[in-house]
């Protein structure tokens, strides 16, 4: 079962965003966007929890996601199937040379050395023991092995919280704003109001790509002036959500590693002032990561992780990039679940990051 997003009512009942559908503008006067309104038909109407069976048609929306997760692993089981199917042809007996061949790949794949070191210990302790070790055992071993990394528990997405407040967080570029979209995007199919604060004050461009993106999807976009206090604009942001009371509040924070600002206090302060307006605001931190960028997704996801709570992940680019493997080696090294992953630049590119469907098609 994938996990994906709850929803607030089963079905949408009307309207899809479309770009002449929102105003434009003065976003911070504009009134929020009406809650869904109630349903006619009862039985769209109830609200569904993780457990009720999915109808037919989610099934089929699941059939597509799964799909979609699996085309943008395309690039990495590349890497990879070529040299595995070659090591795991025939049902051998193992041997170090093998180990040492199988390690090398997957490294190649982006896997961390400490990562596959900590896979590979059961098979390497076996060979060290003198015990027999097939091929198929230890093909089997390494995936049970992968799949214990990444099947870390999920809590419900968005938090059960009123309003919920989602930080999104992590270096430029990598793709918050743009994630953060596509989540806002899910979340109004799924029936939730949702309201964004641009706490990336920095420059002038990154506040008008999330009001674009907001007109785009049409989500308010809660702003103030370039250069702006980042906690002052969260303060507000939160206010207003509470005011309006919208479903779910998601954060850009900023991205820049530059030495004469302190990146990490400011996000500190951020999350103290979502705290103090909001009980237990922030409910999720979400460290977004660029997956092409392989293992320096590493001392990113260490260095946000000193700073403030970190609770799960989502990692970008995956269409572009050999490099999912880094997917198991933050999940092993942080244990920090992935939520989604990154497909594309539009915004339906989302996909939730389903173990069990990424060992499979890692290793078929
Ligand atoms: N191919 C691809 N591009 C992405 C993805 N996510 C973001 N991008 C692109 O990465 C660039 C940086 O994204 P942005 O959201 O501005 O990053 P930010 O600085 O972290 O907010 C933009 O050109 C996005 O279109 C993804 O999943 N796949
Ligand atoms: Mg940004």
């Known amino acids: 079962m994938l996990k994906w997003f709850r929803r ?23 009134t929020s966007s009406p809650e869904p309104p109630p349903p006619e038909t009862p039985s769209l109407a109830t609200p569904v929890t993780e457990s009720v069976a ?14 979609r997760f699996k085309k943008g692993l395309t690039k990495t089981r590349e890497r990879l199937r070529e040299g595995l199917a070659e090591l795991f042809e025939v049902d051998r007996l193992v041997d170090q040379a093998f180990l040492e061949e199988l390690e090398e790949l ?9 990562t596959v070191n900590r896979l590979l210990e059961p098979s390497r302790r076996k060979l060290l023991l003198g015990e027999p070790l097939k091929v198929s055992e230890l093909k089997r071993s390494l995936r049970e092995e992968i799949l214990r990394m990444l099947d870390l528990p999920t809590p419900p997405f968005p938090p059960e919280a009123s309003p919920a407040v989602v930080f999104f967080i ?22 939730f109001s949702v309201l964004a604060v641009a706490a990336d004050t920095f420059r002038a461009a990154a506040i008008e790509q999330l009001v674009t993106w907001g007109e785009r999807v049409g989500f308010e976009v809660i702003r103030q002036a370039q250069g702006a206090d980042p906690g002052a604009v969260v303060y507000q942001g939160l206010e207003a959500a509470k005011a309006r ?8 924070t900023a991205g820049r590693l530059h030495t004469k600002y ?11 002032v979502a705290g103090k307006v909001v009980p237990e605001a922030p409910h999720e931190n979400i460290l977004v990561l660029d997956a092409t960028t392989g293992q320096n997704a590493v001392s990113q996801a260490k260095l946000f992780g000193q700073a403030v709570r970190l609770d799960s992940l989502i990692l970008t680019k995956m269409d572009g990039t050999a490099k999912g493997g880094i997917a198991i080696t933050v999940a092993h090294l942080f244990r920090l679940p992935i939520r989604f992953v990154g497909l594309g630049e539009k915004m339906e590119d989302l996909a939730p990051f389903e173990p069990r469907a990424f060992v499979q098609a890692l290793m078929p």
């Open 106 to 114: 997957l490294i190649t794949a982006d896997i961390g050395i400490e």
């Open 8 to 30: 607030k009512f089963k079905k949408k009942t009307e309207e899809t965003p479309s770009a002449e559908g929102t105003s434009p503008e003065t976003p911070v006067q504009e």
């Open 54 to 67: 999915p109808s037919a048609e989610e099934a089929a929306e699941e059939k597509k996601l799964w799909d």
């Open 262 to 272: 302190n990146l990490m206090e400011e996000l500190k302060k951020m999350v103290r």
């Open 245 to 252: 009371g919208v479903d779910v509040v998601l954060v850009d």
């Open 170 to 191: 992590g270096v430029n570029g990598v793709g918050k704003t743009t994630t953060l979209a596509k989540v806002a995007w899910h979340l109004k199919e799924r029936g």
